[in-house]
């Protein structure tokens, strides 16, 4: 990581001799430079020590970074690029320099084009705040860039479906507004996604949103991409499995499926399903 970074600087070398060095920089905001705490999990170890405060995002304090920043973790754990943590820091904990460095407009493409169809399998969209033309050109301004080619896209095609990927359930918690008990009937192909139809028989073992008991009764989940990827889980039908979900609209999304075991994992898993704050969703991801 440390050596993305300095190698993003070493693209920039060249402006500091050129003209650009007058120029005024329109940023006016006193910021301060902080220790990246530890409980920044976003940012700590991201190759750098210290970051702006104003951040990039206009966070003026620590406390405000920490709890925006703490919805991207899972992006950054997914490993769908290896620059997204580079990216995102950037812009919640920028290196401390006289001024801000933005993400070049690069490296916010091939992130967001590598990482945006997990998001979207959530139903979450790339966030206006990370549209990538707000961010400059390598060629226009000093930026931090991508530096190496990109390794695995999420889009792979032999890959496991984000949602049925098993070691990331954890993950999935804060996507999740309802869990259950219950079978598989059967899927069907709808485009690009499958609609997975449960039996009639569930239990209940979350509910955060307001969903209804008639909902649940007749409950069809989209796997978003799911015609695309492979879901194992999908494919086993006498097994109870954990079931979790969210709803988008009028449409409700499978976020999470797992065998149902008698494991302590397992137990833990739902103890921390059941007792997981997930403080709204953050307004970013929405
Ligand atoms: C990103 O910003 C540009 C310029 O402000 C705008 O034209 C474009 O529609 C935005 N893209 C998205 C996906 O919102
Ligand atoms: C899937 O991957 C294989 C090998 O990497 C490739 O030959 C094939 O064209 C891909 N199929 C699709 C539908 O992308
Ligand atoms: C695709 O995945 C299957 C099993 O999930 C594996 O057997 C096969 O070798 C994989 N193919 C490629 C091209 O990775």
Not at 235 to 249: A, F, N
Not at 274 to 282: D, W
Request: aromatic share 8%; net charge positive; hydrophobic share 35%.
């Amino acid at each position: 990581m440390k050596m993305l970074v300095l190698l993003g600087f070493f693209c920039l070398v060249p402006w500091l001799g050129s003209s650009e060095y007058e120029y005024v920089w329109r940023d006016s905001t006193t910021r301060s430079c902080k220790e990246i705490p530890v409980d920044l999990r976003l940012c700590h170890g991201v190759g750098y020590a210290d970051m702006l405060l104003p951040n990039l995002l206009d966070h003026e304090s620590m406390a405000e970074v920490k709890q925006q920043a703490a919805s991207w973790v899972p992006l950054v754990q997914r490993r769908c690029h290896h620059g997204t943590q580079i990216f995102l820091c950037a812009l919640f904990a920028p290196v401390c320099m006289e001024r801000p460095v933005q993400p070049c407009r690069e490296l916010c493409v091939s992130v967001r084009d590598a990482c945006s169809p997990i998001m979207t399998a959530y139903g979450f969209s790339w966030p206006e705040m990370f549209n990538c033309s707000r961010f400059p050109e390598e060629e226009q301004e000093m930026c931090i860039d991508r530096t190496t080619p990109s390794t695995r896209s999420a889009s792979d095609n032999n890959s496991t479906c984000p949602q049925c990927d098993h070691d990331l359930v954890l993950e999935h918690m804060c996507a999740t507004e309802f869990a259950f008990k219950t079978k598989i009937k059967e899927t069907s192909v709808d485009g690009s996604d499958l609609t997975v139809f449960l039996q009639k028989k569930k239990k209940l073992v979350m509910r955060r949103g307001d969903l209804s008991s008639d909902e649940i009764k007749n409950l069809e989940l989209r796997l978003i991409n799911g015609a695309k990827c492979p879901c194992p889980q999908l494919d086993e039908r006498r097994h109870p499995y954990l079931i979790m979900g969210r709803r988008v609209g009028q449409r409700h999304l499978l976020t999470g499926i797992r065998r149902w075991d008698k494991s302590n994992q397992f137990k833990n898993l739902l103890k921390q399903l059941k007792s997981q704050k997930c403080s709204a969703y953050n307004p970013a991801f929405k």
